[in-house]
């Protein structure tokens, strides 16, 4: 079935593919279709559905094996339980990104090679692109936090990463908000703080890093914040809209 012709994001494309995971349609260790087969069925591009599987590879679903084909690693769980109270509010999973994203970029500036900043400007310059076309830029973004995990050399920090992105591209309530983004001038503000949080790890300085992820951060949840409808029962950013940590810095 072809996806409507109005929602050509590579997340919707993704939860089509999830959707038939979840569905029985395939077992683990089976081999799925070719990104060729899938563009032509769905009826969008083959850019589209490599983003899709790169952010279901993320999530644990799909193992890339290049020159072989794509398997299936893991499978979701079903529609109906997705939406059995386990979703992650948009401020709660903020709080928790700036809490770990920030040391990981600190981390990341004292252990950063060459490859890894030739890299994170290469998805900078994607990331721009995409936005000076129109787009949305998502999979650049969620690109380039990774990366910066993976500066860190470290499997564990890029695999918690992966999780914090996994829970957010799959809560129905962070769509809702992002959906609000898109006819705004906030992506290009994000786009700025990426190219203040390179600096910092080009400049080797930890603290920096560190402070600039998390003012990155900030400035997400405070968009968000002017974007949330504060009557929604889901709103949760009463409860997380405290520097966590003050106290004991202060103390």
């Not at 290469?122 to 076309?133: F, G, I, K, N, V």
């Not at 829970?167 to 990426?194: I, P, T």
């Not at 560190?210 to 400035?219: C, D, K, S, V």
């Not at 504060?230 to 106290?247: C, R």
Request: proline fraction near 2%; aromatic fraction near 6%; include cysteine.
């Amino acid at each position: 079935m072809k996806l409507d012709v109005n929602k050509r994001r590579y997340q919707d494309v993704a939860a089509s593919l999830r959707d038939e995971l979840a569905q029985g349609t395939y077992a683990i260790g089976d081999r799925l279709r070719t990104e060729r087969q899938i563009s032509e069925e769905l009826g969008v591009s083959r850019s589209l559905v490599r983003d899709a599987m790169i952010m279901l590879e993320v999530e644990g679903l799909v193992d890339v094996r290049k020159g072989s084909g794509i398997y299936v690693r893991r499978l979701p769980e079903s529609a109906d339980d997705e939406g059995k109270g386990n979703d992650i509010g948009p401020f709660e999973l903020l709080q928790a990104r700036q809490l770990l994203e920030s040391n990981i970029a600190g981390f990341a500036a004292t252990v950063v090679t060459k490859a890894d900043i030739v890299r994170m400007r290469e998805l900078l310059d994607q990331e721009r692109a995409e936005l000076d076309a129109g787009g949305d830029a998502y999979m650049a973004d969620e690109l380039f936090h990774r990366q910066i995990a993976i500066a860190t050399q470290n499997a564990v920090l890029v695999s918690a990463v992966d999780n914090l992105w996994g829970m957010r591209n799959r809560s129905r309530m962070w769509e809702r908000l992002h959906d609000r983004v898109f006819d705004c001038g906030y992506r290009v503000k994000w786009l700025e703080d990426h190219q203040s949080i390179l600096t910092a790890l080009q400049c080797r300085d930890p603290q920096m890093a560190r402070q600039a992820m998390w003012q990155h951060l900030e400035n997400v949840r405070l968009t968000l914040l002017e974007l949330s409808d504060v009557d929604d029962p889901a709103f949760d950013a009463y409860l997380f809209d405290a520097d966590p940590l003050a106290a004991v810095r202060e103390a």
